[in-house]
């Protein structure tokens, strides 16, 4: 069984940053896309960023320019540097991993607080 571990969110004041990770555990065969979503109160859940087993990048447009994920393959981890934070990028944050012929499996969530 495959389990998603995450962490570093927490309190920030605005322009501040903070970076988060996702460890993957468990019986894991392959790993493809990883990504970050968000859900913050009374909003649906919005992706934030994904990557690919390359490299290849994507982002919402509102966190382009602020926000770098990475990964590092060999330890099944995802990475989500947030920097230049903002009131509005205050959610739960979720990481995302596709494992290949399984499925999709999703992160318990971690809050990020950005105070103005």
């Not at 982002?59 to 230049?84: C, E, P």
């Amino acid at each position: 069984q495959v389990q998603l571990v995450e962490s570093g969110g927490g309190l920030v004041q605005a322009g501040g940053s903070l970076r988060l990770s996702c460890a993957a555990s468990g019986s894991i065969f392959r790993i493809g896309v990883m990504g970050w979503y968000r859900q913050a109160p009374g909003k649906q859940r919005e992706l934030v960023a994904t990557i690919t087993g390359v490299g290849s990048t994507n982002y919402a447009d509102s966190v382009k320019g602020r926000f770098t994920i990475s990964r590092n393959n060999a330890k099944n981890t995802v990475y989500l540097q947030m920097n230049s934070l903002k009131p509005e990028d205050t959610a739960v944050y979720y990481c995302n991993v596709a494992l290949i012929g399984t499925g999709y499996l999703w992160g318990q969530g971690t809050q990020v607080t950005v105070s103005s």
